[in-house]
């Protein structure tokens, strides 16, 4: 295994504190978006677009390429935020996003925006979709490899178990899910709306390789997900365990700051908080 | 109607090797068996999951390959319908959806089984190419083109054999309706299995001097509305038919294009917004469930009457001169 170098790890580290005040300007600026699980997942996407996917900017379309779905596509803030400071598109095409001539539309869309696989929105949809793109690479005999981000709350879609079994049933060990569990959803903590747990044995029992981590720990995550490749008779869970709204004090485990935007005064305080300076007035 | 289509498939697979097929644990009922059997690695069973097997099919859309998804058209159109907006229609993904066992073909297993709404959910979906075979024959001939275009489709496939109707050889293009028969009087307008029944009860219009005109709407979307306009321009009355809901298939889809366009009297012949029983013969089921060549040429009649009808041509809607393409008929001597 690849050890992450200390200035690797600090990169990363850099990327996702980049990324969230990225997410939270433009769920601020559209007036409307998902901060809190934008927040929990930022080491993830930071690993997985500035260490382990295999991508090209310049050629999105390259049919090499690592797939990477969104299923949990709320997180768009998050998604744009990634691609656009990978190389994949100006960060001002963003600048009027909401508006209905912006390319960028709420819930990330294949065909209008670059770098993204698979169009989603609605939950649930991701490990059945990938579970046909990995089908597709062993078909082709490509070697690439499908990632998904999903989250806990998505977890209570019956369609999210049939994709875990199908994909077990096929032993697609090309396939890697990260699940973003940061136990808050919509209406309030999972674990009350409708529990889950045990998550890893659940998983494990359908048939999956199960790493649970510390979804804020860049070298853990990464890691994690280089095993991943190592697993050659079933596809792979990263159980991320997260905090909702991670980074921002009044917005860490709180189901309001599931779907809520924040204000001009609240998008100020949660800059400071992430270590941006932010011009006064 | 299964088996035509189920070997077709398996054949096509030869020539194009994009093409995969998924079923949810009915392969011996919808017969992808035949392509599963010759092409192994290129099905996948997916158990008795349709949402799961449609998402499945959409990843390996994008992957590249032409998925055919097999399945009963009520489980596909109800239960896996969000799973065909969101990751078929909207996403744009090249997945073509068998439906099978549609309509009330699937006559011992009852309501439960019966699909009589499909049309209307698939068809209200954007990007959704609809296309409804009237017999084996046509099931087969369809299934290259639908392979070869690009884009979501519905290829709804009946349980049973039905009247046969396609000529092998007639072109068959996506969007074009055929016309069946000429004539001048009224206009059968039919898809699915109530083409043969149609070309019956024009041979018995015929026999009473109504000079019935015949079209297959096989796609009901996009719709032919030239063929539709022409045809109730030319005749000034039209009947649908269809083994389907009332609400939101081919009558639906008639309708809207001659109250927008042309509004000539219209008589509907299909399922009246019931679940229908179980049954021991299709024909019989299909007769009770009002879909009998009785019905149509009292709907032929019906539609006659009112073409003729001063009630009909009010003030300022006088769409059908008096006398064009009538004749001194109506239902009573039908």
């Known amino acids: ?281 | 109607m299964r088996e035509a289509y189920g070997r077709a498939l398996a054949e096509y697979g030869v020539a194009d090797p994009r093409v995969v097929a998924l079923d949810a644990d009915t392969s011996a009922s919808t017969l992808s068996t035949f392509f599963a059997r010759r092409f192994p690695e290129r099905f996948f069973n997916i158990g008795i999951a349709e949402p799961c097997m449609v998402d499945v099919a959409a990843g390996l859309a994008l992957g590249g390959f032409v998925p055919f998804v097999n399945g009963f058209a009520s489980i596909l159109s109800l239960r896996a319908l969000e799973q065909i907006r969101t990751c078929v229609c909207y996403a744009r993904a090249n997945v073509k959806i068998a439906a099978s066992y549609a309509g009330i073909s699937d006559f011992k297993d009852g309501a439960s089984h019966y699909s009589i709404t499909d049309l209307a959910n698939v068809r209200a979906l954007p990007e959704m190419t609809v296309i409804v075979p009237a017999d084996a024959a046509e099931g087969a001939a369809w299934v290259p083109l639908v392979a070869a275009c690009d884009g979501p489709v519905y290829l709804r496939i009946s349980r049973a054999g039905t009247l046969p109707v396609y000529r092998p050889g007639t072109k068959l293009e996506i969007g074009k309706g055929l016309t069946l028969r000429d004539g001048k009087d009224l206009t059968l307008v039919a898809a699915g299995s109530m083409v043969g029944r149609c070309a019956r009860a024009a041979q018995e219009l015929a026999a009473r001097g109504v000079d019935a005109r015949l079209l297959e709407l096989h796609t009901l979307k996009p719709l032919d509305r030239d063929l539709i306009l022409k045809a109730a321009g030319e005749t000034g009355a039209l009947v649908t038919a269809e083994e389907h809901s009332l609400i939101g298939g081919l009558g639906s889809a008639v309708a809207e294009t001659l109250a927008e366009a042309c509004p000539v009297p219209l008589e509907r012949v299909g399922i009246r917004d019931r679940f229908c029983p179980t049954g021991r013969d299709l024909d019989k089921l299909m007769d009770m469930c009002g879909l009998s060549i009785a019905e149509l040429v009292a709907a032929a009649g019906r539609v006659l009457e009112r073409k003729t009808s001063k009630t009909f041509n009010r003030k300022g809607h006088d769409v059908v001169p008096e006398g064009q393409g009538t004749q001194s008929i109506n239902s009573e001597s039908l």
């Open chain 1, 1 to 281: 295994m690849k050890t992450l170098t200390p200035e690797k790890i600090a990169e990363l580290e850099e990327i996702a504190r980049q990324l969230r005040v990225d997410s939270l300007r433009l769920v601020t600026r559209r007036g409307a978006g998902h901060p809190g699980g934008a927040l929990s997942a930022a080491e993830i996407m930071a690993v997985l677009y500035f260490h382990t996917l295999r991508i090209d900017p310049e050629n999105p379309a390259w049919d090499g390429r690592d797939r990477f779905i969104l299923s949990k596509g709320h997180a768009s803030a998050l998604l744009y935020a990634a691609l656009s400071r990978r190389g994949f598109f100006p960060m001002a095409e963003l600048d009027n996003w909401g508006e209905v001539d912006c390319p960028h539309q709420a819930h990330p869309d294949r065909f209008k925006t670059p770098g993204v696989d698979m169009t989603t929105g609605l939950l649930g949809h991701g490990v059945a979709v990938g579970t046909g793109l990995a089908l597709a690479a062993r078909l082709k005999n490509l070697s690439y490899r499908t990632f998904i981000l999903l989250g806990d709350g998505e977890c209570q879609a019956g369609i999210v178990w049939e994709g875990v079994t199908t994909a077990a049933k096929f032993r697609l060990s090309n396939l890697t899910a990260i699940l973003d569990c940061n136990d808050v959803q919509l209406d309030g903590p999972v674990h009350e709306v409708m529990p889950l747990e045990p998550l890893a044995e659940r998983w494990s029992a359908c048939g999956w390789h199960v790493e649970e981590v510390n979804g804020h720990a860049v070298r853990q995550v990464a890691e994690a997900l280089e095993l991943a490749a190592e697993i050659h008779d079933r596809p792979t869970l990263v159980l991320a365990r997260t905090t909702k709204g991670k980074g921002v004090s009044f917005m860490e485990n709180s189901s309001y700051w599931h779907g809520n935007a924040p204000n001009a005064e609240q998008l100020r305080q949660a800059l400071v908080e992430l270590g941006e300076e932010v011009c006064s007035g």
